[in-house]
């Protein structure tokens, strides 16, 4: 057995180490930047087509619990009309941490063909646990997939009211604490927080 | 056919009644409308079936001053924006600031003690569940006309009209 796979091994390896006999060098190297620009290619916007809204909500889990709740929010509707789609806030911006959660996200697949969560009931027994998920990942980055749109350095203090400025003078801009330890369940409902601190 | 009459009967007595029925009510909204000309509706005075304009919706003050209290059991007002705060059995979003422990940090003053008072009198370590739902009885500050005079007088006023001797 262990002798047969290094057989194959070498013989493997013998291929690859020998120049190519019928295919020319052009073919080879132009081939294979096609190939390399198709696959990668492709990969990106396989990738891209996850990260949009329509297919978060492909499924019901996610179109009737926490997008049902997110319309009612003011990242939904709001004076401007600007809003948060669930990439925006749910999967970094940056390439390499995207694969990163797109890695952690294929257990999410698990779960939906097993339906860990495919009720209402199963998902509200399940809301603390999924919730401290995201509030561990927002307070481990530095709450960065809300700075993608609310930075630091382009908030007026002044602007706001009183007791919002006071809170962000003393607690935000001196880092000790990062915007997901105040503002929890701003865009769906919270869990049962018994027991969460600062609650 | 004994059974096809009889549907017929209850039919007739049916539409006799609704015909009387709503001869009463045009009479009563004449009457009403003869009785108080001079009353504010909210509606404005459009008649029922036509279409009004709605009053524009108050703006809520926020970071306002907290307003005195009309009377000493008035629950005070909340002085800033609410929109948003989940107050259900799951969580409440004013206790994360107002509840005894959290005041330190958030600067909010704390709920009134008589929250943590069960019906006996007796206090609880937590808000009384009889008190949880705050906006039972506060409610935030908008800059609203209301829509119809009031005559209250604040009970100091009273007393000193009176001649009595106020607390002030």
Redesign the interface.
């Known amino acids: 057995m262990m002798r047969k796979l290094i057989d194959w091994v070498k013989i493997f390896w013998r291929t690859l180490s020998r120049p190519a006999v019928h295919l020319s060098l052009g073919f080879l190297t132009v081939g294979g930047f096609v190939a390399g620009v198709l696959f990668w290619g492709g990969f990106n916007t396989a990738m891209e087509a996850t990260n949009t809204e329509e297919f978060c909500i492909a499924c019901h889990e996610m179109r009737d619990n926490v997008y049902e709740e997110l319309k009612t929010t003011v990242h939904f509707s709001n004076a401007s009309g600007v809003r948060a789609t669930c990439p925006d806030c749910h999967v970094p911006h940056d390439w390499t941490d995207k694969i990163a959660r797109k890695m952690q996200a294929s257990k999410e697949v698990w779960g939906w063909v097993f339906g860990t969560i495919d009720t209402r009931e199963k998902f509200e027994a399940n809301r603390l646990r999924l919730a401290k998920h995201e509030w561990h990942r927002l307070q481990t980055n530095d709450s960065l997939e809300c700075r993608n749109c609310h930075s630091e350095d382009s908030m007026d203090l002044t602007q706001q009211s009183p007791r919002a400025a006071e809170a962000h003078r003393t607690q935000l801009i001196d880092g000790s604490k990062t915007c997901i330890d105040c503002h929890k369940g701003i865009a769906h409902e919270l869990p049962n927080m018994a027991g969460v601190e600062g609650w | 056919m004994r059974a096809a009459s009889l549907c017929a009967a209850c039919l007739l007595a049916l539409a006799a009644f609704s015909t009387a029925a709503v001869s009463t009510v045009a009479v009563s909204t004449a009457a009403a409308q003869e009785a108080g000309a001079g009353l504010a509706h909210m509606r404005g005075a459009e008649p029922i079936g036509d279409r009004t304009e709605p009053p524009m919706m108050a703006r809520t003050e ?2 306002a001053e907290r307003r005195v209290r009309n009377y000493p059991e008035q629950p005070p007002t909340i002085p ?2 609410i ?2 705060y ?1 107050l259900d ?5 004013c ?2 600031c107002h509840a005894r422990r ?1 005041t330190g940090e ?2 909010a003053p704390m709920v009134s003690v008589t929250h943590y008072m069960d019906r006996d009198g007796q206090f609880l370590a937590a808000v009384s569940p009889r008190r949880y739902f705050c906006t039972q009885c506060h409610v935030p500050q908008q800059d609203a006309r209301p829509p119809v005079e009031n005559t209250f007088v604040d009970v100091d006023d009273l007393l000193s009209a009176a001649g009595g001797d106020a607390d002030e």
């Open positions: 926020d970071g800033h924006e929109e948003g989940q059995l799951k969580a409440n979003k206790l994360s959290r958030s600067g």
